[in-house]
């Protein structure tokens, strides 16, 4: 077994699309419209699907936001340097809602991001993950 992909509703698809491609420097790997039911999946990740795990992006043509509930936490991602990751997505337009630095109560360095519809991303340090 193997997990394939996590899967996000979202309310602006292009939006979405940008912030993980161009904010987070993920790959489009595949997008495909359904118009019978009125909607389209586009699958970005850092690698093909058959190496790893990708975030699956549902747009609902009829949907334009969504609540996301108490029991979402976040997406986690691990980068070289929390810090440089920080300035760049900061560059491209992303939001930070917790800056780079040490873990309360652990010894990871991370941070959060926001993407488009409030979902947050943790970005954590590959020395230690607690």
């Not at 699958?43 to 949907?63: M, P, Q, R, S, Y």
């Not at 109560?105 to 941070?111: C, K, R, T």
Request: net charge negative; charged share 25%.
């Amino acid at each position: 077994m193997r997990l394939l992909h996590t899967m996000l509703r979202v309310g602006d698809l292009e939006k979405s699309i940008h912030f993980y491609t161009d904010v987070l420097g993920m790959q489009l790997l595949r997008r495909k419209d359904y118009p019978e039911g009125r909607f389209t999946l586009a699958f970005v990740g850092f690698d093909t699907e058959d190496k790893t795990a990708v975030i699956e992006l549902t747009h609902n043509w009829d949907t334009t936001e969504y609540e996301l509930g108490t029991a979402y936490g976040h997406i986690a991602i691990e980068v070289p340097d929390v810090y440089a990751a920080c300035e760049t997505i900061r560059k491209n337009g992303g939001k930070i809602t917790r800056e780079a630095g040490p873990m309360m109560h652990g010894n990871s360095i991370l941070a959060f991001v926001e993407d488009p519809d409030g979902y947050k991303i943790e970005l954590l340090s590959p020395s230690r993950q607690d």
